[in-house]
């Protein structure tokens, strides 16, 4: 792993994935707070592979330099791999352990985890509510 400066750093042009302004605010209030460590991966010409929010998020932040990784694939097995990054962590949550952790944070750091700040348990009848 090595800091790299972000001016290096060349945006795959046909990056699949959406990054809004909402999402790269909250990765960058997530930098801030745990800082920099997940990597950034680029291929041998700088050209990103994969942290395209993580890289706009440290923009936002002023940062110079991020930590990355240089890997040497393919442009398949590049294309495979920005496609599969994203695609591969998706899946379902186990809502009950959520909240339950949830309730264990505070309102600054519940902020951080990108889950509805609304999103509570009614102490008398267990069910989710949120309040309008």
Known sequence: MELK???EIRPYQKNAKKHPK???????????EFG?????????NGVLIVG??????????GLKE???IT????????????LADNKLNESEWDMKLVIDELKGLSAEMLDL?????DLIID???GYIVRPK
């Open 5 to 7: 400066s972000i001016l």
């Open 22 to 32: 909402k999402q790269i605010q909250q990765v960058a209030n997530s930098i801030k």
């Open 71 to 82: 890997v040497d694939l393919t442009e398949e097995q590049a294309n495979a791999y920005r």
């Open 36 to 44: 920099f460590n997940q990597p950034i991966v680029v291929d041998k």
């Open 113 to 117: 985890t990108g889950f509805d700040k």
């Open 52 to 61: 395209h929010g993580r890289l706009e998020a440290a923009k936002l932040l």
């Open 66 to 68: 991020v930590p990355t």
């Open 123 to 125: 102490g008398i009848t």
